[in-house]
């Protein structure tokens, strides 16, 4: 029998995703304004149809998560937030977002020395609400863009479930499948590979925005080889990757 006191009341409206005045009172204001907002993007996404966007002007941000591990349902945690906008084969590294984010939790020393985030650097950090809410702002109604995109996927959903009740509704486009596509012979397909074989100059790696100037850097160059096989829309790159 659910509980309908009060709070049970709310605990009820909340585990079913309805947003109601009353979780103001379970959350402060500005965790519900941007519990909200999130919830009202990812509800707008869901309606428009993007398969005819033409590639040439399709506007997408690549983005990268780091994280204190690999398990978002088993207490790993997001630590920081990177992304950059593009215009079809354009990078805008004039229009990047960046943050780190409060874990709530130890990040692991061998996750501090990949990622140079220390502890004391993640406590002065945002919380993973506002962070979120701050991020979808900065991505609108754009197309995500990552390398191997399962990892950022599964804690993006984790984050979105927890904070916000609601699960990921953008299209994501994962750079590795891309590139299979591309080279079908090629064995090694890791961010590392892809940079060297490119001749990307690599910056800092596995921090967050300097990983996804990086990928977009590849996002661009795939652009060229995709414009030449004469795939013009989204809906066309989607129908010949769904092969892979």
Excluded at 9 to 25: D, E, Q, V
Excluded at 124 to 140: T, Y
Excluded at 185 to 198: I, Q
């Amino acid at each position: 029998m659910k509980d309908m006191r009060p709070a049970g009341r709310m605990w009820h409206l909340y585990k079913m995703g309805g947003l109601t005045p009353a979780l103001t009172s379970m959350f402060d204001v500005q965790s519900a304004q941007q519990m909200a907002f999130i919830r009202s993007m990812l509800k707008e996404q869901r309606k428009d149809s993007l398969f005819e966007i033409p590639l040439h002007s399709m506007e997408i941000v690549v983005f990268d998560l780091e994280t204190t591990g690999f398990s978002p349902y088993n207490g790993d945690e997001i630590i920081s937030f990177g992304g950059v906008s593009v215009i079809g084969g354009e990078v805008q590294s004039n229009h990047t977002f960046y943050s780190t984010v409060n874990p709530k939790r130890k990040i692991p020393d061998e996750i501090v020395e990949l990622t140079g985030i220390t502890n004391e650097m993640a406590a002065d950090a945002p919380e993973l609400i506002g962070v979120l809410s701050d991020f979808l702002e900065f991505v609108g109604q754009r197309i995500l863009v990552a390398h191997a995109t399962g990892h950022d996927k599964n804690f993006l959903n984790s984050a979105l479930w927890r904070t916000s009740k609601v699960s990921l509704s953008h299209r994501v486009l994962d750079i590795m499948m891309i590139a299979k596509w591309l080279m079908p012979k090629r064995k090694n397909l890791s961010l590392d590979s892809l940079l060297h074989a490119y001749d990307i100059p690599v910056t800092n790696r596995h921090h967050a925005l300097e990983d996804s100037l990086m990928t977009a850097q590849l996002w661009s160059r795939f652009m060229e080889e995709i414009k030449s096989r004469n795939v013009d829309t989204l809906g066309d790159l989607y129908a010949l990757l769904s092969h892979h």
